[in-house]
């Protein structure tokens, strides 16, 4: 048989083989084996029986290519230095093969602070516990936790692990502050600038609330009345 063989979309959670131009114009060709492993400790992640298996087989596509699919799941979820001979089999037992490699990276944890300072990517192995967390803050909230979403979501702890389905980005959530606000009702005699409290209320508003008399159920009806900030 002959044919080409070009590695793409290379990702944190894995890469596709491409076989293009298969052809044998002697017996036909039977079958393409991707046998692949990754260069940390040796070939112990590769496929004992890749030759016809069918877990390290190309799948035949509509326009007459090959494409297989390399999971890092089935590799331990290594990432680094990858490498794939692929086989090509004719009806008679006959074979061509090429080599190929590629780097996998490792998985990016995006943090969106949502309104918070900005927190750094963090990468490491699929699989893997993240551990410590990043912290952020925002003026007027309490950090809450990060979660998968923006709203909602599932909550990210420090056993959480990186996802072995590629690059991802978590969110933190934040729950406002609450602050007593006292309103004062002051009469003031504008004959000499005297002051007489005539009573006050309070309540608790949210960070960021614009609040006025009324809320109270004071009133500025009288132009002898004020507020006393």
């Excluded at 516990?129 to 925002?138: K, S």
């Amino acid at each position: 048989p002959s044919f080409n063989a070009s590695i793409s979309n290379v990702s944190s959670s894995g890469y596709d083989v491409i076989i293009t131009g298969v052809s044998d114009t002697q017996s036909g060709v039977n079958r393409i084996q991707c046998p692949t492993w990754t260069d940390s400790n040796g070939q112990d992640d590769l496929d004992g029986s890749w030759s016809t298996s069918d877990k390290s087989k190309a799948t035949k596509q509509s326009d007459g290519s090959y494409k297989f699919r390399v999971n890092i799941t089935e590799h331990k979820n290594e990432n680094g230095k990858y490498i794939t001979h692929v086989y090509g089999y004719d009806n008679v037992g006959n074979n061509m093969h090429l080599v190929l490699n590629t780097t996998v990276p490792a998985v990016t944890i995006t943090w969106n602070a949502n309104g918070g300072t900005a927190v750094n990517a963090t990468s490491g192995k699929a699989g893997n516990a993240i551990g410590t967390l990043p912290t952020t803050t925002r003026t007027g909230y309490t950090f809450a936790g990060w979660f998968t979403a923006a709203s909602g979501g599932t909550q990210i702890t420090t056993t959480s692990t990186y996802p072995t389905s590629g690059n991802v980005t978590y969110y933190a959530h934040w729950n406002v502050n609450q602050y007593s606000v006292t309103c004062e009702d002051w009469f003031v005699d504008s004959s000499n600038n005297r002051k007489v409290k005539l009573g006050s209320a309070s309540k608790n508003v949210n960070y960021g609330t614009t609040v006025n008399g009324s809320e109270w159920g004071t009133t500025s009806s009288y132009s002898a009345y004020s507020y006393k900030s």
